[in-house]
């Protein structure tokens, strides 16, 4: 298996994303795994500040495409002058028509204080229902616990975000609970 094989067979992490009060947490657990049967790392981190720390990323897909992808969408912050909506329209065009980015196997959630975007490798640009959105292998499991949570509790937004992904890690094996949680 060549080094290019590894880094596509490298998968599986969940994003969650939540919005309360004013407030944006973004959490993702530490897991990669390889293939279907090996936890490569338990500790990675995938969800970081980007953009002089105004903006919260997090990625599910291969590694190697999600940091491609964070890069770019950095650049575009950076041509738009932090303009969130904007970034993202402008790399979902760029990754949807480009012949190398267009094979790159991610998905990222973006959020600034006020706005919270998914962007997908089909060129979509969604902004979330009611604030609460979540991504990767045990996405469906977060974004379940994150909305019985927001509509069941006054949590916060940072505390929703970290316990909906203690949740889904009980239930996806392609989750973990090495948790990092970014708020803005």
């Known amino acids: 298996m060549d080094d290019r094989t590894i880094a596509d067979n490298m998968k599986g992490t969940t994003i969650c994303a939540v919005k309360r009060n004013g407030r944006v947490a973004v959490a993702g657990d530490g897991q990669i795994t390889l293939g279907q049967n090996v936890i490569f790392k338990s500790n990675a981190v ?3 500040r980007i953009y002089g720390d105004k903006v919260i990323v997090g990625f599910a897909g291969t590694v190697a495409d999600a940091f491609t992808l964070t890069d770019k969408f950095e650049a575009m912050l950076q041509k738009y002058m932090g303009n969130l909506l904007r970034s993202a329209v402008e790399l979902a ?3 949807r028509n480009d012949k190398v980015l267009r094979k790159l196997d991610a998905m990222m959630i973006v959020a600034d204080g006020s706005d919270m975007l998914i962007l997908s490798g089909a060129g979509d640009v969604i902004e979330p229902e009611n604030g609460i959105c ?3 292998s045990g996405g469906n499991y977060a974004l379940s616990a994150a909305r019985a949570l927001y509509n069941n509790t006054d949590l916060s937004a940072r505390e929703i975000a970290h316990k909906s992904l203690l949740i889904a890690s009980e239930i996806c094996v392609f989750t973990n609970t090495n ?3 970014e708020e803005i």
């Open 134 to 136: 979540a991504i990767g």
């Open 46 to 48: 995938k969800v970081r």
């Open 93 to 95: 065009q760029l990754w």
């Open 179 to 181: 948790i990092t949680v």
